[in-house]
């Protein structure tokens, strides 16, 4: 469970593009079984698919200001199976955890939080 691939940019504008503000871009997006972990150029958008049927969805926005720290953890050198962190505000555990396994390349990520949460 937890496992995660890479969904083009044209799939998400497809499926979530009425989420976006105006002169939003979504940048790059991930499929972690039955959620979705998309970042734009202006926040970050967890697409949660709850329950058996999975009728039910929320969408939680983050924006990059309110992410504090954030962090990757892998299983070893040769092991791409990874952990990322993200604690939002001033919460002393992390408030949202995903794992990432080898269709994606979690460093590509981390650029991602990097580029928007220190620039």
């Known amino acids: 469970m937890g496992n995660a691939g890479t969904v083009s940019q044209e799939d998400l504008l497809q499926k979530y593009g009425q989420l976006l503000t105006s ?3 979504i940048e790059m997006g991930f499929k972690l079984i039955r959620d979705t972990f998309i970042f734009t150029n202006k926040r970050l958008i967890l697409v949660d698919v709850q329950g058996l049927t ?8 983050i924006g990059y ?6 962090s990757v953890e892998t299983a070893g050198t040769f092991d791409l199976d990874a952990e990322l962190k993200i604690w939002v505000s001033s919460e002393l555990n992390p408030s949202i955890v995903k794992q990432f396994n ?3 390349n979690v460093y590509d990520v981390q650029k991602v939080l990097a580029h928007h949460v220190l620039g």
Do not use: A, D, H
Not at 54 to 61: C, F, H, L, Q, R
Not at 65 to 70: D, E, H, V
């Open 54 to 61: 999975g009728s039910k969805t929320e969408y939680k926005s």
């Open 65 to 70: 200001k309110s992410i504090t720290r954030f």
């Open 102 to 104: 080898k269709s994606v």
């Open 23 to 25: 002169n939003e871009q």
